[in-house]
């Protein structure tokens, strides 16, 4: 599968459906996120991982109404309905979504539901969908993270706009727990931040680090910085097994802990092209699954 699928279907007949099919990758949580000593200074860094949401939109220009499947997924369908709206197309349609990522853990599933669904409903109404188009309808829904570049970005999540395309990153696993339950992320970003000036100024350097990480393709700085913005983070979302994870890291020669800031999960960071890579994830599931009782493994995009 192509990492941001975008996939056209043409032009139907009069009385036949258009159909438009998409994707959006997820990320794991975030490489790092705080605020910046600046206006609007929420921002977020993204780690782009192999799960998506994959959205198809059926046109049906002789139905009355839209609908969505499953029927929880209501942002997709009122975004469905706004780029309806302006293409000025009058009838109704089924979107269908169908995801590979975790609700409310971090893993940007909600991000991927509706770039997925943008790009799907653009392909079937034959509309033009550029990233900024679509951060334009997203901005009036919820924070959003940056899912709609083929890249490492810095975003602002908060206003859903691009900061900067960093690049791309070495493949790394991901071997991942779950502390449980989940997090609205309306919810979360409407939490008052506790960060001070000197806090800001901490962020702002970690951005600088991490800016200058991918483009050396350092994965060890990105470990570092990683792991850092988790602790930061532990004043707005603490998670009980983060300094755990963190030693977890440390005994089996991890780069860093990575975690979903406005979510449930951790991550320990393995360098996938090392020799003993296999070794080091087989140590760490084993002493993931003992701290936490579940364990998955993620595997980070590369967009070379």
Same mark, same amino acid.
Not at 6 to 34: D, K, N, R, W
Not at 50 to 67: H, N, Q, S, T
């Given at each position: 599968?192509?990492? #941001?699928? #975008?996939?056209?279907?043409?032009?139907?007949?009069?009385?036949?459906?258009?159909?438009?099919?998409?994707?959006?990758?997820?990320?794991?949580?975030?490489?790092?996120?705080?605020?910046?000593?600046?206006?609007?200074?929420?921002?977020?860094?993204?780690?782009?991982?192999?799960?998506?949401?994959?959205?198809?939109?059926?046109?049906?220009?002789?139905?009355?109404?839209?609908?969505?499947?499953?029927?929880?997924?209501?942002?997709?369908?009122?975004?469905?309905?706004?780029?309806?709206?302006?293409?000025?197309?009058?009838?109704?349609?089924?979107?269908?979504?169908?995801?590979?990522?975790?609700?409310?853990?971090?893993?940007?599933?909600?991000?991927?539901?509706?770039?997925?669904?943008?790009?799907?409903?653009?392909?079937?109404?034959?509309?033009?969908?550029?990233?900024?188009?679509?951060?334009?309808?997203?901005?009036?829904?919820?924070?959003?993270?940056?899912?709609?570049?083929?890249?490492?970005?810095?975003?602002? #999540?908060?206003?859903?706009?691009?900061?900067?395309?960093?690049?791309?990153?070495?493949?790394?696993?991901?071997?991942?727990?779950?502390?449980?339950?989940?997090?609205?992320?309306?919810?979360?970003?409407?939490?008052?931040?506790?960060?001070?000036?000197?806090?800001?100024?901490?962020?702002?350097?970690?951005?600088?680090?991490?800016?200058?990480?991918?483009?050396?393709? &350092?994965?060890?700085?990105?470990?570092?910085?990683?792991?850092?913005?988790?602790?930061?983070?532990?004043?707005?979302? #603490?998670?009980?097994?983060?300094?755990?994870?963190?030693?977890?890291?440390?005994?089996?020669?991890?780069?860093?802990?990575?975690?979903?800031?406005?979510?449930?999960?951790?991550?320990?960071?393995?360098?996938?092209?090392?020799?003993?890579?296999?070794?080091?994830?087989?140590?760490?599931?084993?002493?993931?699954?003992?701290?936490?009782?579940?364990?998955?493994?993620?595997?980070?995009?590369?967009? &070379?």
């Amino acid at each position: 599968m192509t990492t #941001h699928a #975008h996939l056209l279907t043409g032009a139907a007949p009069p009385g036949v459906a258009a159909v438009g099919v998409s994707a959006a990758f997820g990320t794991f949580g975030e490489l790092l996120q705080g605020v910046l000593p600046e206006q609007d200074g929420d921002f977020l860094v993204t780690l782009p991982v192999a799960r998506w949401a994959m959205a198809r939109f059926e046109l049906d220009r002789g139905a009355a109404e839209l609908a969505v499947v499953p029927p929880h997924k209501k942002k997709a369908l009122r975004l469905t309905s706004m780029i309806m709206e302006d293409a000025r197309r009058p009838g109704g349609g089924l979107l269908t979504l169908d995801s590979t990522l975790p609700e409310g853990k971090g893993l940007a599933s909600s991000s991927a539901d509706l770039v997925a669904t943008a790009r799907a409903v653009a392909n079937a109404l034959r509309e033009p969908m550029p990233p900024r188009r679509i951060e334009t309808y997203l901005a009036r829904i919820e924070p959003t993270d940056g899912v709609l570049y083929p890249s490492v970005v810095a975003f602002h #999540h908060r206003s859903v706009r691009l900061r900067a395309l960093l690049g791309s990153l070495p493949s790394m696993a991901v071997v991942s727990v779950d502390e449980g339950g989940s997090v609205d992320t309306v919810d979360f970003n409407n939490i008052p931040k506790p960060f001070t000036a000197a806090d800001k100024r901490e962020y702002a350097r970690l951005l600088d680090r991490v800016t200058g990480a991918v483009a050396r393709r &350092d994965l060890t700085e990105v470990g570092r910085v990683a792991t850092a913005s988790a602790r930061m983070n532990q004043v707005l979302r #603490h998670k009980w097994s983060l300094e755990p994870m963190i030693a977890i890291c440390a005994d089996v020669g991890g780069l860093g802990v990575v975690v979903g800031h406005s979510g449930t999960a951790l991550g320990i960071l393995l360098d996938t092209s090392a020799p003993d890579c296999h070794t080091k994830l087989t140590a760490a599931a084993q002493r993931c699954q003992e701290l936490a009782g579940n364990v998955t493994v993620y595997r980070t995009l590369s967009f &070379d």
